[in-house]
C-alpha cells in the first residue's frame, strides 16, 4: 500500500477502520476535527480493547488555522491512599504488574473527551453529544469482529490475565482467547456509554457511573475511591516545540516522552544527512534517540517533580552540543531500560484545516485486567511505572503523575502545510515519528511511502525483553552490514511488516485545501475521508 489517500472534505486515519469511518462520519455530518475524534476515540475503546479503554488515559494536540496549537493533558494520578506503605501493607515491593493492586491512578481520557468537546464547541461545533458516542455504543451492544492483533495478545498474556477478576467473562470464550472473527460484544460498557451520552461525561467522576466504578474499585482491591475520581480534571497545557530547518514541530510536555521526540528530530536535522534511507539517515536517527533517551531517563516525570525546564533541552544550542556528540561512524554503547506500553494514536484534519492529534493507552495489552462488573470499564496499569524506592525519579507518592509514553506529534511547515502524526507502540513511538516525520518532511517522499517503508526499534515494545536495533527484513542487506559494521547490535525480524514497529498514522493539509492521509500496513486500520 503505497499509495497516499487525498480528499477534500476532511481525512481521518485510525489503526481500526470502525473508528476511522466513526470520525469520518463525524466530518460527512459537518462536525469539525475535535468531534470527530471524540466519536473515534469512544469506537476505539470499544473496538480494539487490548490497546485502549475509557479506563485509561489520554492526550491531545488540537489547532486550528492562526492560532497556537493546544495540548491537552488527560493524566490521572495515582489514589489518595497509593504509597509504599499501602503496598508493603499488603506485602508487596513492588507494584503488581495485573489486577486489582495495578489499578491505583484514575483514568483519565473521558476527562479529555470533555476537555476536547469545549474546544471543538468554540470551533463551531453542534453535533451532540450522544451522536459522537452513538457508534461506539452500537459496537459495544451489537459486538464486533475480533482482530488478528486482539486473539495473538489475548493468548499471549491469557497466564497472566486469565484469573484477574473480569477479564475471563469479558475477553474469553470458553477459557480461551477468541479465534479472529468472532464476535466480542461489550453489553455493560455500552450501558455505560449510553449513560454518558444521557448524564454528560462529568459523570465518569462525579456521577452514577464515577459511584459505581469507585465501589467495585474498592471492593477488588484497588486503592482508588470516589474521591480521586472527582478530584480528577483534565488540563490544557503549552505543548513544546522544536524549530527544525522548514517547519515548527509541536509534541506533549512531561510528564510524557514528548521531549524525546522533539529532540531526536532537532538532533537529526543538525546532522547534515542529505539522503533518505542511506546508512547517516538511520545511524543519524537512531543515534539521536539515544542522546534524546539520555535526557528522557534522567528527567521526565511529573512536571511537579522536575528540577529542570524541558524546553532548555529543545535550544539550537542545546541541540547542536548533543549533535556533536553522536559519532558519524560509530554507534554509542546501549542499552539504556525500555518502556513497554500499547496504545492507539489517531489523526483529523477538518476541511476548514482544524487538527487532531490523539492518543490514548491504557499502558500495557488490556491494563491492569480488571473488568469492573457494574460498568464493562476495562482499567489501566500506567501506575506501574512508579517505584516503591523513595529516592526513584518516578517514586510513589500519592496525587503523582506517572511517567507517560504517549506522545502525539503535529507540525506545521514554512509552505503552509500542517501535519498531524504519531504511533503506538511505548518505545518506538519517538522513533517511529522520527521516521515517518524524516521521510516525508524533510527528504520528501510520499506520506503512505514514509508509513510504509521499513522501520526500527531500538530497544523493546510490545512485551519484547531484548534491547537491540530491531530491522524489518526489508532492509537493504547491504545497509544492515554497515549498521553492523558500524557497532549497532542487529536484530532482523523475520517480517515484512512487524507489529513490533507499532501502528504509525498520518494526515497532512495543503494550502490548497487538499488533505493527505496513510494508514500503517501493519495495522487493522485505514484513512477514511469525506
Known amino acids: 500500500m503505497l499509495i497516499t489517500k487525498r480528499a477534500l472534505g476532511g481525512m481521518f486515519v485510525a489503526p481500526h477502520h470502525l473508528a476511522a469511518q466513526a470520525g469520518r462520519d463525524v466530518l460527512r455530518e459537518g462536525g469539525n476535527a475535535a468531534e470527530a475524534m471524540l466519536a473515534a476515540a469512544a469506537a476505539i475503546a470499544v473496538v480494539y480493547p487490548h490497546m485502549n479503554a475509557i479506563g485509561g488515559d489520554g492526550f491531545w494536540l488540537l489547532s486550528s488555522p492562526g492560532s497556537t496549537p493546544q495540548a491537552i493533558e488527560a493524566c490521572g494520578p ?303 496499569n500506567r501506575g506501574i511505572s512508579f517505584a516503591l524506592d523513595p529516592s526513584a525519579l518516578h517514586a510513589l507518592r500519592p496525587g503523582r503523575k506517572p511517567f507517560h509514553t504517549l506522545n502525539p506529534a503535529l507540525a506545521r511547515f514554512d509552505d503552509g502545510r500542517s501535519m498531524v502524526y504519531g504511533t503506538m507502540g511505548g518505545e518506538g513511538q519517538p522513533q517511529t515519528q522520527a521516521a515517518v516525520f524524516s521521510r516525508y518532511g524533510l527528504f520528501n517522499q510520499a506520506l503512505q511511502t514514509a508509513v510504509t517503508a521499513p522501520r526500527w526499534l531500538l530497544g523493546r515494545t510490545w512485551g519484547e525483553a531484548s534491547t537491540s536495533l530491531k530491522l524489518e527484513s526489508r532492509f537493504d542487506p547491504v545497509l544492515v552490514d554497515r549498521l553492523r559494521a558500524a557497532g549497532h547490535e542487529i536484530e532482523v525480524l523475520p517480517e515484512a511488516f512487524s507489529d513490533t514497529m507499532g501502528h504509525a498514522g498520518a494526515v497532512v493539509r495543503h494550502p490548497n485545501g487538499v488533505i493527505e492521509g496513510a494508514a500503517d500496513p501493519r495495522s487493522d486500520g485505514s484513512t477514511a475521508a469525506v
Open 78 to 380: 495515582a489514589a489518595a491512599a497509593a504509597s509504599p506503605e499501602f503496598y508493603r501493607g499488603h506485602g508487596h515491593h513492588r507494584i503488581p504488574a495485573r489486577g486489582a493492586l495495578a489499578a491505583l491512578t484514575t483514568a483519565g481520557t473521558i476527562g479529555g473527551w470533555q476537555t476536547a468537546l469545549e474546544i471543538g464547541r468554540r470551533w463551531g461545533g453542534r453535533l451532540p453529544l450522544h451522536r459522537l458516542l452513538e457508534d461506539a455504543e452500537r459496537h459495544a451492544r451489537d459486538g464486533v469482529p475480533v482482530t488478528p492483533s486482539q486473539h495473538r495478545l489475548t493468548a499471549a498474556k491469557l497466564p497472566e490475565l486469565s484469573g484477574v477478576p473480569g477479564f475471563a467473562e469479558t475477553f474469553l470464550v470458553d477459557g480461551k482467547a477468541p479465534e479472529e472473527g468472532a464476535v466480542l460484544k461489550q453489553s455493560r460498557l455500552a450501558d455505560t456509554l449510553k449513560q454518558l451520552a444521557q448524564a454528560g461525561l462529568e459523570d465518569f467522576y462525579r456521577g452514577e457511573i464515577a459511584t459505581a466504578m469507585a465501589e467495585d474499585l474498592e471492593r477488588l482491591g484497588s486503592p482508588l475511591r470516589r474521591e480521586d475520581l472527582a478530584a480528577f480534571r483534565a488540563s490544557v497545557v503549552t505543548p513544546l516545540s522544536v524549530r527544525l530547518r522548514n517547519s515548527t514541530v509541536f509534541n506533549q510536555p512531561p510528564p510524557t516522552q514528548g521531549l524525546a521526540s522533539l529532540m531526536i528530530l532537532g538532533i537529526f536535522d543538525r546532522l547534515g544527512c542529505k539522503q533518505a534511507e542511506s546508512f547517516e539517515h538511520l545511524h543519524g536517527l537512531v543515534e539521536s534517540t539515544k542522546q534524546a533517551f539520555l535526557v528522557r531517563d534522567r528527567y521526565c516525570t511529573d512536571p511537579a517533580y522536575m528540577v529542570v525546564d524541558p524546553n532548555a533541552f529543545l535550544t539550537p544550542e542545546a541541540l547542536s552540543v548533543r549533535a556533536n556528540a553522536i559519532d558519524p561512524r560509530r554507534a554509542l554503547p546501549w542499552p539504556q531500560p525500555a518502556l513497554p506500553g500499547d496504545t492507539v494514536w489517531m489523526g483529523c484534519i477538518d476541511r476548514d484545516g482544524n487538527c487532531a492529534s490523539f492518543i490514548q493507552s491504557i499502558y500495557w495489552e488490556f491494563g491492569a485486567g480488571i473488568v469492573l462488573p457494574s460498568t464493562g470499564v476495562l482499567w489501566q
